[in-house]
């Protein structure tokens, strides 16, 4: 069968990654699959061998979900998310796939709507329909107004045979973010989180007995990293390993420049996952990815969530995740160097964690859902 998976991530890069996971589960169960990415490039990101089509791509402006940058910083105009929508209902014609995932859409990426109802109403009118299912994360950004809850069940009704919840329900349920009628719960499908498998230790020990600080692949970590570094000189028998994201190389820079003799620097890395497993301790933010890396390791952590502007999800996350041993939440209004290191010790004193008994197999639940309504269908 054809897979085709559509995201744009907007300011990290977590959307993107789980949208890949998906897309390598599609492509080891033997199916074609095209991932259509909206977003800026994301290098430290592998792709493989996959289909890919790269949209002109939109990245926004901070925290502004509602106005969207081009490839030069600027305002995208109407030309250059027309030029998004074409190419989207053409690739959906060339491909012309047995199942159409649209990644977070419509339950976010309200700003583009009118480009994935374009591609939604195309897939209706395809000889061959296909299997039309939308994938979410575990814990949304609440709808701030009822209509916005309204309309994204009004837009699954009409166009979505499925909506792939990327949770463990034993753990967290949709309803602890998301207003979930009667009518909107049917359409939902456990998948259980989806992670690649748990990482093997680094084969060089990269992160072994290290303090790892990390803040996605997104640019919002200096106020992470550089209370990371006055906290390292705090606890100079510590080893750090600070791994940047975001593409600032001023940023880079000015990092280096500043750590002291027991905190290493470094651009963010593909094989991070792989320097978790024996880590002394990970200093992080919560995305979903993050999140999911750290319950595989069973790495000590101190969680600090984005929370800028408008933002929730990541503080329902950490929250759902606070009562487990060896995780520690400290809010970014409580950031402090001796903060953060307090945190520290007490989550390296109740030592790694030992099996969660969450599933992490929701990329080849997915494939297995989605595909078993493909074959009803034909």
Not at 82 to 99: G, K, N, S, Y
Not at 341 to 363: E, K, M, N, Q, Y
Request: hydrophobic share 45%.
């Amino acid at each position: 069968m054809k897979a085709m998976i559509v995201v744009t991530h907007l300011l990290g890069t977590g959307h993107l990654s789980r949208a890949l996971t998906l897309a390598h589960a599609f492509d080891a169960a033997g199916h074609e699959v095209l991932v259509v990415s909206g977003g800026r490039p994301a290098p430290h990101l592998d792709a493989g061998h996959l289909g890919w089509l790269q949209l002109p791509p939109l990245a926004s402006d901070g925290v502004d979900f509602a106005r969207l940058l081009d490839d030069h910083g600027q305002a995208a105009g109407a030309g250059y998310l027309e030029a998004r929508m074409v190419a989207l209902r053409h690739a959906l014609t060339e491909f012309a796939p047995d199942i159409l995932i649209t990644e977070l859409y419509p339950f976010g990426r309200r700003a583009l709507a009118g480009e994935f109802l374009s591609l939604l109403e195309a897939a209706q009118d395809q000889r061959r329909r296909p299997v039309v299912l939308s994938s979410i994360r575990d814990i949304l950004a609440p709808p701030s107004k009822p209509a916005k809850a309204q309309r994204t069940e009004e837009i699954v009704m009409r166009y979505y045979d499925a909506v792939l919840v990327h949770s463990d329900d034993h753990a967290t349920r949709l309803e602890q973010s998301w207003p979930v009628t009667p009518a909107l719960a049917e359409k939902l499908r456990y998948t259980g989180y989806v992670a690649p498998p748990a990482p093997a230790p680094h084969p060089q020990g990269l992160g072994a007995d290290e303090v790892l600080v990390s803040a996605g692949g997104g640019a919002v970590g200096g106020p992470l990293y550089r209370a990371a570094l006055t906290a390292a000189a705090l606890r100079p028998a510590l080893r750090w390993r600070l791994l940047v994201g975001g593409n600032d190389p001023a940023l880079l820079a000015d990092l280096q420049a500043q750590a002291p003799a027991n905190a290493a620097v470094e651009p963010a890395r593909p094989d991070f996952r792989r320097t978790l497993p024996r880590a002394a301790a990970s200093v992080s933010m919560c995305g979903y990815n993050t999140a999911m890396d750290l319950l595989q390791a069973g790495t000590p952590a101190v969680l600090i969530p984005f929370d800028a502007g408008k933002e929730v999800e990541q503080g329902l996350r950490a929250t759902s995740l606070a009562g487990l041993p060896a995780i520690e939440v400290l809010r970014s209004g409580d950031l402090t160097a001796e903060a953060l290191a307090g945190a520290l010790d007490r989550v390296l004193a109740a030592g790694p964690r030992r099996g969660s008994g969450l599933r992490f197999d929701g990329a080849a639940q997915s494939v297995a859902i989605a595909t078993d309504m493909a074959k009803a269908r034909i």
